[in-house]
């Protein structure tokens, strides 16, 4: 079975960073597209950023685009997600998942496969 790990949540002040890790363990992550996606208490998953296969760079959602930033690194198998200028609303549990096809997508049914979620808190 496939499986992702996430990592890097924690606390951070508004305005603050955070980097969030997405790992694999025995298969290469360059085949799959990857998505980060959120969710807070009392709402529905939101999709945050994704990245196709073969890609260095993705896509993200209106209301992070500015401030978040998706990214491969192939020699650590691992894909990122650099979190800026992080607000109260930014609050949730973050989940990388991936997409056999290898296309990537906000969509959260278009995955195959997820971790188990790391979180993060923006709150002074």
């Known amino acids: 079975q496939l499986q992702l790990v996430e990592s890097g949540g924690g606390l951070v002040q508004p305005g603050g960073s955070l980097r969030l890790s997405c790992a694999a363990s025995?298969?290469?992550?360059?085949?799959?597209?990857i998505g980060w996606f959120r969710q807070a208490p009392g709402k529905e998953r939101e999709g945050v950023s994704f990245?196709?296969?073969?890609?260095?760079?993705?896509f993200s959602a209106d209301s992070v685009r500015d401030r978040f930033t998706i990214y491969r690194d192939y020699s650590k198998n691992t894909v990122y997600l650099q979190m800026n200028t992080l607000k109260p609303e930014d609050t949730a549990v973050y989940y990388c998942?991936?997409?056999?096809?290898?296309?990537?997508?906000?969509?959260?049914?278009?995955?195959?496969?997820w971790g188990q979620g790391t979180q993060v808190t923006a709150s002074s």
């Open positions: 990245i196709s296969s073969g890609s260095s760079s993705g």
């Open positions: 998942a991936g997409d056999a096809s290898g296309r990537g997508t906000l969509r959260a049914d278009e995955y195959d496969f």
């Open positions: 025995g298969f290469r992550l360059d085949y799959y597209g």
